[in-house]
């Protein structure tokens, strides 16, 4: 892809022109902001106390004597996010407000067990009752901090008469510049006593990450501000990764990429120099997804600023790279700003970038419409999707919501666990995305109805052969720890075979019909998560056999015929070999038919088509004189 005169060029401006706002929606946007900053400046003192936010105070499980405090004005408010750096990319415009928290609101140890997280929560509590009352606001809704939900953000509408800015909103986000001492937070360290066991202390890095990452937000900001100073081409090269992004939803996502990594990925590079100013919006495009999908860049971490100035420990680092695979150090040099991201979803993050460099060097236009204009959703992504209810369910809806890290991220972490473990080689990749927060939430009802969507599954298959055989084999038998583990992991389904080759071994046999085999994935599946998750069946909706109906004729699959068919399409394959009178020699048949697609890809399908359309009109003409040749 060029930025020149080519076609190619003239589509990416037209896009950048599309997606970004105009100069008099800026100003009328800035205006907006502006009112919102004097309104939350002028709040008076106040007295706040856990009825403020009853519900959020109670589920997060903090004593109500331990959350009040005199709530002050904001030490300073700064703009954050795309808006800051000039890349905000429609139709999701938003301008991040970052609050600074005053000192005095706090005691020296409220970042133990939540009291932090709690009275964070109390402080937006008063802006939202404040903002409420003026002319400018439209509405007010609340949301969670990259679906964290002990961390709810404001999303302010303010009103506006220009149609194009009728969906934007002002997210107000509290940071914690200066409150606590950061050594008092580092992933060895326990700040959650309720996640204890017994005596013994477990660490809480999901807990302390998540106090970090607000005390360094206001420096991490700055960061990406500086290095997109007048840097037109960097800024348009994220508004393009946005869009490449959000066009596919599975990794822009809580647990895989969003705008704000992605900046701090541009801001890296520049750092680096791997992207300089001499470059355009394209290249630098390709160069940071060359970054994303080379394995050798994330080895040992990235670091914003130079190695020797990073201020985590080595254990740290090392624990980082071994849990997530990840590690993107902070302009601060304390904390992990991937922490959330997951090495499943960072490895389907890594696939993509590799099939649009691939997409860009292969297709005749550079594959502009495949890249920026078609929508690649979870369904269309996966070869097998399913959607699992989990509302009221035991292992999210139970007391302790969040210890370390919250109960709908380990439900997800567990759930893909299994599911990968139970599928083994079927899958190349397991993917579990997990929307926990509703789309219409009041604090003062606390995290009740978080969880209430659907867990979502993608599962990748590796092959024909691998994904839909009927036998799995274990462990041998004489090999007794193991075999346990996997009597434990299977219960009823496993059993000790002796196979052909005389070996004797656990395994685990999902026999079926020939025609049945594209259902193995969905048995293997249903049965783990009703095993290992006490779900019913009818908690899980697998996309796989819903049209299967159509193939039924008298209520017998018209597969299972196929022998007798394969049968008649060897005769005829050597008839068609031995014809002498045509001008082509045949040299091969093969089948194309629903029942054996799965065996070619779609560019081998349309080469079978032509051929033999090609084919039968050569046949038809050279039988028929009325045909003009």
């Known amino acids: ?19 970004q706002l105009d100069q008099s929606a800026i100003k009328t946007l800035d205006g907006a902001v502006s009112s919102i900053v004097d309104a939350i400046k002028s709040i008076p003192d106040q007295q706040v106390s856990s009825k403020a936010a009853l519900g959020f105070v109670r589920d997060l499980g903090v004593p109500s004597d331990k959350v009040e405090f005199t709530f002050k004005s904001p030490e300073s408010i700064r703009i954050g996010g795309s808006y800051s750096v000039g890349a905000v990319a429609k139709p999701d415009v938003n301008v991040d407000l970052i609050v600074r928290m005053p000192k005095e609101c706090f005691y020296e140890k409220d970042y133990l067990n939540h009291r932090y997280h709690a009275k964070r929560c109390l402080f937006l509590r008063v802006i939202e009752r404040n903002l409420k009352s003026s002319s400018f606001v439209r509405k007010i809704e609340w949301s969670s901090f990259q679906s964290e939900a002990r961390k709810p953000v404001l999303k302010v509408y303010p009103a506006l008469e220009i149609a194009e800015l009728s969906d934007v909103f002002i997210k107000i986000i509290p940071s914690a510049t200066f409150l606590f001492d950061e050594t008092k937070l580092s992933l060895s360290r326990n700040n959650v006593r ?14 302390n990450s998540s106090i970090l990452e607000d005390l360094f937000l206001e420096e991490n900001t700055e960061f990406i501000q500086t290095s997109f100073h007048e840097w037109k081409s960097m800024q348009d090269a994220l508004i393009l990764l946005k869009v490449w992004a959000r066009n596919r939803n599975s990794i822009f996502a809580h647990d895989c ?21 001499s470059m355009n919006a394209v290249q630098i495009f390709r160069v940071t997804l060359k970054f994303i999908s080379t394995a050798s860049f994330w080895n040992k971490g990235l670091f914003l600023k130079a190695q020797g100035q990073c201020n985590m420990c080595k254990e740290d680092v090392a624990q980082y790279l071994q849990s997530i695979g990840v590690l993107v150090c902070d302009a601060s040099g304390h904390f992990n700003l991937a922490f959330r991201l997951t090495k499943t979803a960072f490895s389907e993050l890594q696939e993509e970038a590799s099939w649009t460099l691939s997409c860009i060097d292969k297709c005749r236009d550079g594959g502009f419409e495949e890249i920026f204009l078609t929508k690649v959703d ?5 070869d097998s999707c399913l959607r699992i209810n989990l509302k009221g369910k035991a292992k999210v809806s139970g007391s302790d919501f969040c210890l370390d890290d919250e109960c709908w991220r380990i439900c997800e972490k567990d759930v893909q666990s299994y599911l990968q473990q139970g599928l083994n080689d079927r899958a190349k990749l397991v993917r579990v995305t997990w929307r926990s927060t509703p789309s219409k939430w009041n604090v003062e009802d606390g995290f009740s109805k978080f969880g209430d969507e659907p867990m979502l599954v993608g599962i990748l298959l590796s092959s024909h052969e691998k994904s839909f055989r009927v036998v799995d084999i274990g462990p041998s038998a004489d090999k007794k720890e193991e075999s346990v583990k996997f009597r434990k992991f299977w219960g009823e389904r496993a059993e000790l075979r002796r196979f052909r080759d ?24 249903e049965y783990i998560l009703t ?27 018209l597969t299972s015929s196929s022998g007798s068919l394969f049968g008649a399409l060897e005769i005829l394959s050597k008839r068609l070999r031995a014809l002498e009178e045509i001008p082509l020699k045949i040299s091969s048949v093969k089948p194309l038919d629903p029942g054996s697609l799965h065996e070619f890809n779609s560019i081998e399908i349309y080469a079978y088509l032509f051929h033999f359309i090609c084919l039968m009109l050569t046949l038809f003409s050279w039988s028929n004189p009325y045909i003009v040749r």
């Open 378 to 382: 979870f369904a269309a992504k996966f």
């Open 531 to 557: 095993k290992h998750f006490l779900l019913l069946k009818d908690d899980m909706v697998h996309i796989v056999d819903q049209l299967d109906f159509c193939l039924h004729v008298r209520g017998k699959d």
């Open 257 to 277: 990429l969003n705008g704000y990594l992605l900046s701090i990925m541009l801001s890296y590079l520049a750092v680096v120099n791997r992207i300089t100013k």
């Open 1 to 19: 892809m060029e930025t020149g005169t080519d076609p190619m060029g003239l589509k990416l401006r037209e896009l950048l022109k599309e997606v």
């Open 502 to 525: 005389g070996n004797i071994a656990e395994s685990t046999v999902w026999e079926c019909e020939p025609w049945e085999r594209h259902l193995i994935i969905k048995r293997i599946t």
């Open 194 to 207: 309720a996640f204890n066991e017994g005596d013994t202390a477990r660490a809480t890095p999901k807990y």
